[in-house]
């Protein structure tokens, strides 16, 4: 059983992020040239599809906990 529950906006979000330091970690090695303005395209797309990721897995799971509601377990003794 997972210690908490999976959070797939914060997953892109943290995946958005770490392709924009990426980029830039190889501009400053180096390795390629990253332009100033490509950045933002990168951070803007994985915010706008985190938060479409968490606003459809809350509503996934606020409809699973409604529909899970526990109900009163029966009983053959009538309270007295």
Request: proline share 9%.
């Amino acid at each position: 059983m997972p210690r908490h529950e999976f959070r797939p906006g914060r997953l892109i979000a943290g995946l958005a992020l770490t392709a924009a330091g990426i980029a830039y970690a190889g501009d400053a090695g180096g390795w390629w040239t990253t332009p100033w303005f490509a950045i933002i395209p990168i951070v803007t797309a994985g915010l706008c599809l985190a938060g479409a990721a968490g606003v459809t897995s809350r509503a996934v799971r606020r409809r699973r906990r409604g529909r899970a509601a526990p109900s009163a377990p029966a009983s053959s003794e009538t309270p007295v």
